[in-house]
């Protein structure tokens, strides 16, 4: 038998190569699969559990009420004005209604007990509709108010009854009146609009991100105004007309660097220069933008480089062979092809700024404001740090709240990003 001849030998050896190299091309493209479909997985678990569990802070608890407004208490000057109305007492009136309800509720504590079953927000929503129609002073008529974050929660599944009582936030007298007023059908659940027209509040039941809203909105203004046309202008300046030596070699170098410096140090920064040596409000919008606009500024020379840079030269030299100057070529012919990647990446980092958290502790936004800010130097609190101190509020309510604001805060993100791919598809120049 004669032995294979070498030729086939090397030919199989080959063949074996061959498979093994696509065997091993093959294991690290599922391994990428499989990275993709992880990374999906986690991505996909993290938004049904926050969505799952903010699903509790889209309804709020109401009861019905029928309130005699009688008008010695609403009223005490008699003339029927809103600063009259405005300093009657209000609770009153709907502890009345609350004991109608039940007669047979004495003794200070259990009284107590009853009047908890209502928000502390409920006087003041009775004023407010008494202060809209004043013609209400001196009848009985039908409110619907907030009850507490505990019936609230109780109602919802969150507080459970067979819970021992001590270990519980109502008692069994507080749950025995929760249902006879569920028997009523006077309880409804209604849409929590509060949510979003609502400053913040010690009360779960009470607070809202409007005010969390409206302060990410200012500081986010700032902070595109400031960094914006400084970032386009360094941007040009590098690309365009910077001479090639050192000095503007270390230049690129630190803005590569102080784009990845953590964000804290930005922060650090501001308390030490614009609260402390220049005196500017603390925990204003406007220091928070300033803060915010020199941690987007190299984001944006970044992108704003790469946008440029991405222009074909043959767009400068046809402007200059027919007689541009070299600043006419560039702000006339380059720097319009390269908006597109310079709105996107300024949009991008926005986007980022509107996440960060940690430069805005530092410069005091985490102070609680039930206020609505109405300017960029009034003091003012943002969605990060919002959410952030929900999170660590004691009370349990607190807690579907923090997640339906990291929904909203989420929402704002994929607005923007959506915004920086419609940007790019919509003025897009290809070549």
């Avoid at 209604?97 to 200070?108: E, K, Q």
């Avoid at 920064?269 to 220049?278: E, R, S, T």
């Avoid at 074909?312 to 597109?340: D, F, K, W, Y």
């Avoid at 929904?407 to 915004?419: I, K, Q, R, Y």
């Amino acid at each position: 038998m004669s032995s294979p001849a070498p030729n086939d030998e090397r030919a199989r050896a080959v063949q074996a190569r061959i498979r093994r190299r696509y065997r091993s091309e093959r294991i690290f493209q599922a391994c990428g699969v499989g990275a993709i479909g992880f990374a999906l997985i986690a991505l996909l678990a993290l938004l049904v559990s926050i969505t799952y569990q903010s699903s509790n802070a889209l309804t709020q608890t109401y009861v019905r009420l029928d309130v005699e407004l009688d008008a010695s208490t609403v009223d005490p000057r008699g003339d029927g004005s809103p600063e009259s109305l405005a300093a009657g007492s209000y609770s009153r009136p709907l502890r009345n209604a609350l004991r109608a309800r039940f007669p047979d509720v004495s003794g200070r504590k259990t009284r107590r007990q009853l009047n908890a079953l209502m928000s502390d927000g409920a006087e003041y929503q009775l004023r407010d509709a008494v202060a809209a129609d004043p013609g209400l002073v001196g009848k009985t008529a039908s409110f619907v108010l907030p009850m507490s974050d505990d019936v609230d929660l109780f109602l919802k599944g969150d507080i459970r009854r067979d819970v021992p009582e001590s270990d519980r936030k109502l008692s069994d007298r507080q749950i025995e009146w929760v249902d006879a007023l569920v028997a009523d059908g006077r309880v409804s659940h209604e849409w929590n609009t509060g949510f979003l027209t609502s400053g913040d509040s010690r009360e779960p039941e009470l607070a809202g991100m409007q005010g969390a809203i409206r302060g990410s909105l200012l500081t986010l203004l700032v902070t595109l105004l400031l960094s914006f046309p400084v970032g386009v202008a360094a941007a040009v300046y590098l690309e365009e007309f910077a001479p090639r030596n050192r000095f503007t070699d270390v230049v690129e170098v630190n803005i590569n660097n102080l784009a990845a410096v953590p964000s804290i140090i930005f922060g650090l920064l501001g308390l030490a220069v614009f609260l402390n040596v220049f005196g500017m409000p603390r925990g204003a919008p406007i220091v928070g933008g300033i803060v915010l606009a020199l941690m987007t500024l190299p984001t944006i020379i970044i992108a704003g480089r790469a946008a440029l840079l991405a222009v074909p030269p043959s767009i400068r030299e046809a402007a200059l062979g027919v007689g541009a100057s070299p600043t006419q070529a560039v702000l006339h012919h380059v720097l319009p092809q390269a908006l597109p990647g310079i709105l996107t990446g300024t949009i991008i980092g926005m986007a980022r700024a509107l996440g960060e958290t940690a430069p805005l502790l530092m410069i005091g936004m985490v102070a609680f404001i039930a206020d609505l800010p109405s300017g960029p130097s009034d003091p003012s609190t943002v969605l990060p740090v919002q959410i952030f101190l929900w999170n660590d509020a004691p009370e349990r309510a607190f807690v579907a709240r923090t997640s339906l604001g990291i929904v909203v805060l989420l929402g704002f993100l994929v607005t923007m990003n959506a915004a920086a791919v419609w940007v790019r598809s919509r003025f897009e120049t290809r070549y």
